[in-house]
């Protein structure tokens, strides 16, 4: 690990799980993630790159107030320094709702960012379970609050509420059931959707639940790794990507193929976007 003031990468672990909609655990992903990431090689096998080149200090965990609005405002808090001075955050949750804090601090530096979204929901209602901070509400707040373009992958779950959103708001997710798993033609249209800074979050949803089966809400239908992996290497090459979160994971025990693939995940972000 590197000293704080050496590092360019920042690792922000965030204890965070407040009215999850179906199966709990995600506070503490974030620690069976990095537990994972100790068993992982320094090598990546694509490129030949160490992924732990650039230096890597990751931070005493964080945990938030449950209440939802004075959490966001820790977590934005915790995250914009480090955001600031020009280093890497990679953030790890805890559920998705923690990315508003995260994506608000970015845009605080980044006004003229996009978010790239790998999720199996939009996120897009106004308000969840008595809050507009919830993990159903990420992308509400960061088209209509922040004003951000938004670019939205594998999806495959949402209300009427969300579809009334996206047909007013001319929103065009990529939906799963349109990618093909045989072409990659399909990340060119992420691509062209997103300007040149990108903050990039992905609820480990968005994968498959066979590739994924520790999250909360596992959908069927989703990305594959390899799917996942291409279009973080694409979007890593044609665009600054400035910070990128990952959240939603859930320990299931006597089972560690999940936080060892999201730690993997977690890895090739920094392999590809740095």
């Known amino acids: 690990a590197a000293a704080l003031n050496e590092a360019r990468v920042i690792v922000l672990p965030i204890y965070y799980e407040v009215a999850p909609s179906f199966g709990v655990g995600s506070k503490k992903g974030a620690y069976h993630l990095l537990a994972a990431s100790a068993e992982l090689e320094d090598l990546d096998e694509e490129t030949g790159i160490d992924w732990q080149q650039h230096g890597i ?11 939802p609005q004075q959490a966001m405002a820790e977590i934005e808090a915790a995250a914009r320094p480090h955001l ?8 790890v949750g805890g ?41 159903a509400c990420v992308m509400r707040r960061a088209a209509d609050d922040m004003r951000l373009s938004v670019a939205q992958v594998g999806i495959r779950s949402l209300s009427s509420e969300e579809y009334d959103y996206i047909k007013k708001n001319n929103l065009r997710p990529f939906y799963a059931h349109n990618i093909d798993p045989m072409d990659y033609n399909w990340i060119d249209g992420v691509i062209e959707t997103l300007p040149a800074p990108v903050y990039s979050t992905i609820a480990l949803d968005g994968l498959d639940p066979s590739v994924i089966p520790g999250t909360g809400t596992p959908v069927p239908g989703g990305l594959s790794y390899r799917q996942l ?36 995940i977690a890895a090739k972000i920094l392999v590809h976007c740095l």
């Open 57 to 67: 200090h990751t931070l005493a965990p964080l945990e938030p107030t449950e209440q």
């Open 229 to 264: 992996v291409e279009l973080t290497r694409r979007v890593g090459r044609s665009h600054r990507v400035v910070a990128a979160d990952i959240t939603e994971l859930t320990k299931i025990e006597g089972a560690v193929v999940s936080e060892f693939t999201a730690a993997k």
């Open 84 to 91: 600031a001075s020009g280093k890497f955050l990679l953030s």
């Open 95 to 135: 559920d998705h709702a923690v990315s508003i804090g995260l994506i608000r601090a970015a845009a605080n530096i980044h006004p003229d960012m996009g978010v790239l979204q790998v999720d199996a929901h939009l996120d897009l209602r106004d308000s969840w379970h008595g809050s507009r901070y919830n993990h």
